[in-house]
């Protein structure tokens, strides 16, 4: 099972597909508009679900990196010579290596304890009889 599907299992459908728009549109008041909300009550519900903690929290921090150090440019759609360009067959090892180190930039004061909790589930989840 992948990880994408893994980790919308574990969240709200609603707050999932949020996410996945605001990466994708690069702009969370471009996301509003489109869902016919306010900027501010948009955002506010965004927040609820991040309070809940754990993955809500990260994927939220995923729209923060996103707002802060993207901005809002548009992703661009499907290239296929774009794959050409991409590494296969990348094995787990790989993957949590980089949500692991994803995690430890991401870490401050005001979400240490958090975050550590985070990531040790995050590994633990990799590891046999962990």
Not at 49 to 72: E, F, I, N, P
């Amino acid at each position: 099972m992948s990880a994408l599907v893994r980790i919308a299992r574990r969240v709200e459908p609603e707050f999932f597909q949020w996410v996945l728009m605001i990466l994708g549109k690069g702009s969370v008041s471009g996301v509003a508009r489109d869902l016919g909300l306010s900027g501010s009550t948009f955002d506010e519900r965004l927040k609820r679900y991040a309070d809940k903690g754990g993955l809500h929290r990260t994927l939220y921090s995923l729209v923060a990196v996103r707002r802060k150090g993207l901005g809002a440019k548009s992703v661009e759609g499907f290239n296929e010579l774009f794959l050409g360009h991409q590494k296969s067959g990348e094995n787990d090892e790989s993957d949590i290596l980089r949500r692991v180190l994803d995690g430890l930039e991401a870490l401050n004061p005001s979400n240490f304890q958090s975050m550590v909790r985070e990531l040790i589930e995050l590994v633990q989840e990799y590891l046999p009889d962990a």
